[in-house]
């Protein structure tokens, strides 16, 4: 199935009436648009069924994705995009169908960006594709177990992510395996005095950071690199976080909202600006998933919020396998 047949069926889909009730109609191609085809309309259907703010800005970012990947607009009956909102939609008065423009940073490639967006591939010289020596920085922080990159991926994703500017948001979308910890790593040993919050949905992929990160690094105090979860006990971790002993702390997101002296530890550590990178793994569930998942992880934002008004400076890196071609499908 091309892009125009999907555009077809999602716009025919959107104005009917089962929209609640029916099936959504079948997309499948060997892309990954149709993924975020797909993501749109279960984001379409959970607005429409509760009608609140949370899902309203869900299906906002998810129909941006869509208009931007697929080059397109759409006429949506008796829907107006949220005035001034902070997707880029528009709503054309003359035609009533709704676009959505890049309103990009202006440290970022708009060029390669826009070609991305656009489906377009990107053509490459043979020295553009070779895999580079990582630099000294992450050769000394590897204890020399890392000469190389794993891929060209890998490389961009890392380098990407450490020129990241402060105060900005990034996602990095790399496949499942393809080396995503090795951010994480850098961006923590970055700067002097610097806490970095890792949260993770899951205790066992949490663990298993935890201990990739403990054999790679291999800290001469042990108590740089951390974990929480709820259950544990909380005071080591606050008194190293008083001390600012830690670069990174593995955290879930029930922890940081729930466990109030933690939560009280974090936000001083932020408003003295210790902390300088807060770093949501497995981002993608915060809007595949909706607001009525989790609610700890949905609370997320606001948390960030919260931390962005005493330090402007906070980086917050996204971190999902969600859109390679391999999970897409």
Known sequence: MNDNEIIVKVQEWI??????????PIVSSD????????????????????????????????LRNYLLSFNTDIHIEGYNPTVSNRFGL?????????YANYDLPDYVNQKFIRT????????????????????????????HRFSKFKSVEQQLAVMGALRVPQGYTALVAMSTGGGKS???????????NSLTLIIVPTISLMLDQFRNAQDIIKPENQNEIMYYYSGCNADELVKQLTMHAVKMLFISPEAI???????????????????????VDEAHIIIEWGSSFRVDFQCL?????????????????????????????
């Open 116 to 143: 991305v967006f656009n489906g377009l591939s990107i053509v490459a010289n043979e020295k553009d594709n070779e895999i580079k020596t990582v630099n000294s920085f992450i050769y000394g922080l590897t204890n």
């Open 301 to 329: 934002d606001s948390f960030r919020k919260l931390l962005m008004k005493d330090n402007s400076l906070l980086r917050t890196f996204l971190l999902s396998a969600t859109y390679s071609k391999k999970n897409s499908r």
């Open 257 to 279: 909202i729930k466990n109030k002296k933690l939560q009280s530890s974090i936000l001083e550590a932020n408003k003295c600006g210790y902390l300088k990178n807060m770093v």
């Open 182 to 192: 090795l951010i994480t790593q850098t961006i923590s040993y970055q700067r002097e």
């Open 15 to 24: 104005n009917n009436s089962m929209v609640l009730s029916g099936k959504l």
């Open 31 to 62: 892309n990954v648009k149709s993924g975020i085809a797909i993501r749109m309309m279960y984001a379409y259907r959970r607005y429409r069924a509760w009608q609140n703010n949370d899902n309203r800005h869900d299906f906002e970012c998810a």
């Open 90 to 98: 528009i709503l054309n008065a003359t035609t009533g169908r709704i």
